[in-house]
């Protein structure tokens, strides 16, 4: 039987990118050479137990006893790894994820994708974690790496980009401002599932965050109501309601246009709620009278921006729980992001 007596790889032979190599011979004469070229580490496990890491250099191999008068041979496996940084490496949501619009209340369906770089840092756990795959003369690329971890990015990047939106309440009209830092909290929540592999993530990117093309366009109108006002925007989602239950079904029950119809008279009874203020006696006072803001606990005419009743102290004003925007007390929605007061 022939015993190998040199060791090398020179990588795939059509130059293309390879991660993990594994030797395809598993017996050595002792005094074999072992060379590993630079941007290369050789791990050899001569048992479960027993390992080696050989860095960049030619190595000789001996085993730990030897026979008089015979070339004693060793088994073993060879690995070899490819330790050099990779940067251009692609990931991307396969499939849409929805997420409501936290300034516009919309469910979008919700695109992401970008590019990372990884490395090698620990040959030996990483190849200790995958040694059950890789059979003998056979290359692992890196597709099999982005494969082995798609589920698991998609899964964190969906996370931490719902919770980033939620905390800083932002329309995906506004994400790309966001990019580099949603690029960085997202590299730190995935690094850590990435080093138990022994592998080292680099300069995630962010490339983009989108919605689906009509859900985008859907956004810019619903922005350019809310500019005219929360009485228009309550009113036109009325109507856009009642047109999708239309669409939907032709035998839309009425139980479901009833619901349309109720946030149409809200919106109706908001608009004409906003030109009156409700006294306690149950009279009303037009606001269209006078200047100034009548307060609906005395009636008493206060000048603009007055945050209390001059006459009784009544608080004048509501604080949106959603975007802190200061609004009328009479207001019944936001006039800044539509939420209900």
Same mark, same amino acid.
């Given at each position: 039987?022939?015993?190998?007596?040199?060791?090398?790889?020179?990588?795939?032979?059509?130059?293309?990118?390879?991660?993990?190599?594994?030797? $395809?011979?598993?017996?050595?004469?002792?005094?074999?050479?072992?060379?590993?070229?630079?941007?290369?580490?050789?791990?050899?496990?001569?048992?479960?137990?027993?390992?080696?890491?050989?860095?960049?250099?030619?190595?000789?191999?001996?085993?730990?006893?030897? =026979?008089?008068? #015979?070339?004693?041979?060793? @088994?073993?496996?060879?690995?070899?790894?490819?330790?050099? @940084?990779? /940067?251009?490496?692609?990931?991307?949501?396969?499939?849409?994820?929805?997420?409501?619009? $936290?300034?516009?209340?919309?469910? =979008?369906?919700? *695109?992401?994708?970008?590019?990372?770089?990884?490395?090698?840092?620990? @040959?030996?756990?990483?190849?200790?974690?995958?040694?059950?795959?890789?059979?003998?003369?056979?290359?692992?690329?890196?597709?099999?790496? &982005?494969?082995?971890?798609?589920?698991? =990015?998609?899964? *964190?990047?969906?996370?931490?980009?719902?919770?980033?939106?939620?905390?800083?309440?932002?329309?995906?009209?506004?994400?790309?401002?966001? /990019?580099?830092?949603?690029?960085?909290?997202?590299?730190?929540?995935?690094?850590?599932?990435?080093?138990?592999?022994?592998?080292?993530?680099?300069?995630?990117? #962010?490339?983009?965050?989108?919605? /689906?093309?009509?859900?985008?366009?859907?956004?810019?109108?619903?922005?350019?109501?809310? &500019? =005219?006002?929360?009485?228009?925007?309550?009113?036109?989602?009325?109507?856009?309601? /009642?047109?999708?239950?239309?669409?939907?079904?032709?035998?839309?029950?009425?139980?479901?246009?009833?619901?349309?119809?109720? #946030?149409?008279?809200?919106?109706? &009874?908001?608009?004409?709620?906003?030109?009156?203020?409700?006294?306690?006696?149950?009279?009303?006072?037009?606001?269209?009278?006078?200047?100034?803001?009548?307060?609906?606990?005395?009636? @008493?005419?206060?000048?603009?921006?007055?945050?209390?009743c001059g006459n009784c102290g009544h608080l004048l004003t509501k604080t949106c729980s959603r975007c802190n925007t200061v609004c009328g007390s009479g207001q019944k929605f936001c006039s800044n992001c539509g939420g209900q007061l």
């Amino acid at each position: 039987m022939a015993y190998i007596t040199t060791i090398r790889y020179d990588g795939t032979l059509n130059g293309e990118p390879w991660l993990i190599y594994k030797y $395809p011979d598993e017996q050595f004469l002792s005094g074999t050479r072992l060379v590993v070229k630079q941007g290369q580490e050789a791990i050899i496990f001569k048992s479960r137990k027993n390992s080696e890491v050989y860095q960049s250099g030619t190595h000789v191999l001996y085993t730990n006893h030897t =026979l008089d008068g #015979i070339d004693e041979t060793f @088994s073993a496996e060879i690995y070899y790894v490819n330790i050099t @940084s990779k /940067l251009d490496m692609n990931w991307g949501t396969q499939t849409p994820f929805q997420l409501e619009d $936290p300034k516009y209340g919309l469910i =979008l369906s919700i *695109r992401s994708y970008g590019k990372y770089g990884l490395r090698i840092q620990n @040959s030996k756990m990483f190849v200790s974690e995958l040694t059950g795959t890789v059979y003998q003369g056979a290359t692992i690329d890196y597709m099999m790496i &982005a494969s082995y971890f798609s589920a698991f =990015l998609t899964t *964190r990047i969906k996370t931490v980009i719902s919770k980033f939106m939620i905390q800083k309440q932002i329309s995906f009209l506004e994400v790309t401002a966001f /990019l580099d830092e949603l690029s960085d909290q997202c590299q730190a929540v995935i690094s850590d599932e990435f080093e138990r592999f022994g592998v080292e993530i680099q300069n995630f990117n #962010i490339v983009s965050i989108t919605p /689906l093309k009509e859900e985008y366009e859907q956004l810019q109108r619903n922005k350019q109501e809310m &500019a =005219l006002g929360s009485s228009f925007y309550t009113k036109n989602r009325s109507y856009q309601i /009642l047109e999708k239950i239309a669409e939907q079904s032709e035998h839309a029950s009425f139980e479901d246009a009833g619901k349309g119809l109720r #946030i149409l008279q809200s919106g109706n &009874a908001e608009s004409n709620d906003s030109a009156n203020v409700n006294l306690k006696d149950g009279s009303q006072k037009n606001r269209s009278c006078a200047n100034g803001n009548f307060c609906p606990d005395c009636g @008493s005419q206060n000048m603009q921006g007055m945050k209390y009743c001059g006459n009784c102290g009544h608080l004048l004003t509501k604080t949106c729980s959603r975007c802190n925007t200061v609004c009328g007390s009479g207001q019944k929605f936001c006039s800044n992001c539509g939420g209900q007061l």
